[in-house]
């Protein structure tokens, strides 16, 4: 399994000299098993377009194309690039896209296919060329075929979030894009008029529980790409709630559940390249990390499982 980072900046695409070198699209990560030719997707930000041309490159050579594309949700900085992905405009594509349904009202189709409309764009979803199927994904396990085996994990964000568990023939790439700590959202102080201590307990309990979970979701994996958005600093000043994590929660989560490898991942936008040098200092010595191996994922890095 080849892990192939195509974006890796979170909320919106920041071209510019400030972020040439970790990169300014936004996350699309690319898995390809090379061995039983199959290949997954996933998310659908900016760095889709760059995908989308170097596969147009393959397709020349073998006439067709067949990916998964698995969305870990629905906010636009996740699914902005697929207007742009050229493989759809070719007969030759035949794209399963897999996503988490948010409205009961609304198909995965109709939400994805929105933003293919002339308010949007001169291109409609109507007039795509390849043969596009769309498949609504809860949490569970799944079969893909050709031995991959997929466990699905809600996580916490603001929209409906599902976390990725890809295993194959004993290897694990296991993602976390746009979560945060599950935390108590009842009224913990005793003076508070509106304290409840029952509430206050079960809800305490229902935290622990799902932060439990996900270690488990964890466990083992040989690499985690985990939303680092924030330095704890950052995220303890105002931005709990926001459905973005630590980057020091986010390796201290991978060291307990034993992942070999952890890439921090989905850029802040306001983040530079000498500000995640800086960081990458402070917080990817292998000597504090025990066996678990840190990096900041960077645009075209490929990771081989």
């Known amino acids: ?12 695409p ?6 040439a070198r970790y990169g300014g699209n936004t996350v699309c990560v690319e898995l390809n098993f090379t061995d039983i030719q199959r290949r997954i997707v996933i998310d659908a930000g900016s760095g889709l377009r760059l995908l989308g041309n170097d596969l147009l490159v393959e397709k020349t050579a073998c006439g067709s194309l067949e990916a998964d594309v698995f969305l870990t949700h629905t906010h636009l900085d996740h699914i902005i690039g697929l207007p742009f992905f050229a493989p759809i405009f070719q007969p030759e594509t035949r794209l399963k896209i897999y996503g988490p349904v948010t409205c009961e009202d609304e198909s995965l189709e109709t939400v994805i296919g929105g933003q293919l409309s002339y308010r949007y764009f001169p291109v409609r979803q109507q007039e795509l060329a390849a043969h596009i199927d769309y498949i609504n994904l809860a949490e569970g396990c799944f079969d893909l075929g050709n031995n991959i085996r997929l466990t699905t994990k809600y996580l916490n964000h603001p929209l409906l979030c599902l976390g990725l568990r890809f295993e194959y023939n004993g290897k694990v790439c296991c993602t976390a894009y746009d979560t945060e700590p599950f935390q108590n959202l009842f009224v913990t102080d005793s003076r508070d008029p ?10 305490e309990a229902a935290a622990r529980e799902e932060n439990r979970r996900v270690a488990d979701f964890f466990a083992d994996a040989d690499l985690l790409i985990h939303d680092a958005q924030y330095t704890q600093h950052e995220y303890d000043a105002s931005r709990k709630g926001w459905g973005h994590s630590p980057m020091e929660y986010a390796i201290k989560a991978a060291m307990q559940s034993d992942v070999k490898r952890l890439a921090l991942f989905h850029h802040d ?7 995640l040098d800086e960081l990458t200092k402070m917080l990817c010595d292998g000597r504090h990390m025990g066996d678990t191996a840190v990096f900041f994922a960077r645009e075209g890095m490929q990771v081989e499982i």
Do not use: C, E, L, N
Not at 1 to 12: E, H, Q, Y
Not at 14 to 19: A, N, R
Not at 194 to 203: C, R, S, V
Not at 269 to 275: N, Y
């Open 269 to 275: 936008p306001m983040r530079t390249d000498a500000q």
């Open 14 to 19: 920041t071209p510019g000299s400030d972020t």
């Open 194 to 203: 509106a304290f409840d201590a029952i509430m206050a307990h079960q809800g």
């Open 1 to 12: 399994m080849i892990v192939k980072f195509w974006g890796v900046r979170g909320s919106i």
